[in-house]
């Protein structure tokens, strides 16, 4: 339960409403990119690719710039399992970013299918593997590109970092549109679980749907791990893989710096008392401190 004492505050339920609205924004603007207006011709265009492309990263770098100082700006299931591996959000409070996440698709979603004739619905952007590639070959493009996505979140908003420049925000939508450009033909470029969630749930098309979780999820806890515990580890990482907690019989955690044997053997160690620990949420962060993303 200690977990969960940190959601129970105003400013994680402005975060979590902040992360529904996002995401509502965001697969409405980005959706309604992909419906073709010229359907009911006689021989209507293909769809514009780069149109599409574009739509989906500039709308999402302008709803990072928006919300970033809020929610973290997540906007994206995979981006928030990130988040949890890498220790940046606590699980319970993951929990309810996707939930919000996937809300806010459905509904985006839900609008675009009222304000979109029948006749031009088509689809409504529901993200499907292309019949000439197999189910395999789409959850690798789908892990692979949202892979591009999240490493490009953390490369972009990592505070350790003094050479960075420019917005943050523009810099993930960039990566979003690249992502686009090159998977849509392969797989309609989800990069987003909310996103294909949500005019999938609208159209009740859930074709190849697990490949948009388990692709993009793996890809961005992929990204993570790589970038936070291979390229850019944190200094006191270090430190804090060598503590070791033992429990007494009084009910007392015993901190033991594991590399300092001498202190081991003498029984130089710390003692935390439980009811004060819990007071502090190692995960309790302000919206400011969670890593601005998509």
């Known amino acids: 339960m200690a977990a969960f004492k940190g959601i129970w505050t105003k400013d994680f339920w402005r975060a979590v409403s902040g992360e529904y609205l996002a995401t ?10 992909t419906i073709n207006w ?5 021989k209507p265009p293909p769809a514009d690719l780069v149109l599409i492309s574009l739509c989906f990263g500039l709308s999402i770098a302008t709803m990072v710039q928006c919300f970033g100082h809020i929610s973290g700006g997540h906007i994206n299931p995979a981006v928030t399992a990130a988040m949890v591996v890498t220790r940046k959000l606590s699980l319970a409070k993951a929990v309810f970013y996707v939930a919000a996440q996937c809300l806010g698709a459905v509904t985006g979603a839900g609008i675009l299918y009222l304000v979109t004739p029948a006749a031009l619905r088509g ?6 593997v292309k019949s ?14 949202t892979f591009e996505l999240v490493f490009t979140v953390f490369a972009t908003c990592d505070p350790k970092r003094t050479d960075l420049g420019g917005s943050a925000g523009l810099a993930i939508g960039f990566a979003v549109a690249i992502g686009h450009l090159f998977g849509i033909p392969f797989t309609g470029a989800s990069m987003n679980p909310a996103r294909s969630f949500g005019p999938a749930m609208v159209m009740l098309n859930f074709q190849d749907h697990w490949v948009y979780w388990v692709g993009p999820i793996l890809g961005g806890i992929l990204a993570a791990g790589l970038y936070e515990y291979l390229y850019c580890p944190d200094p006191d990482m270090k430190k804090t893989l060598k503590r070791v907690f033992k429990k007494d019989p009084s009910g007392k955690y015993r901190e033991v710096e594991a590399a300092d044997e001498v202190a081991v053997k003498t029984g130089s160690i710390h003692t935390v008392d439980l009811e004060k620990a819990e007071k502090k949420d190692p995960f309790h962060e302000s919206p400011g401190e969670v890593l601005s993303s998509v």
């Open 132 to 145: 000439d590639i197999s189910l395999g070959h789409g959850f690798l493009v789908e892990l692979l590109i």
């Open 24 to 33: 509502l924004i965001f697969v409405l603007l980005g959706l309604g990119s």
């Open 123 to 128: 689809s409504l952007g529901v993200t499907t």
């Open 38 to 42: 010229a359907a009911g011709e006689e």
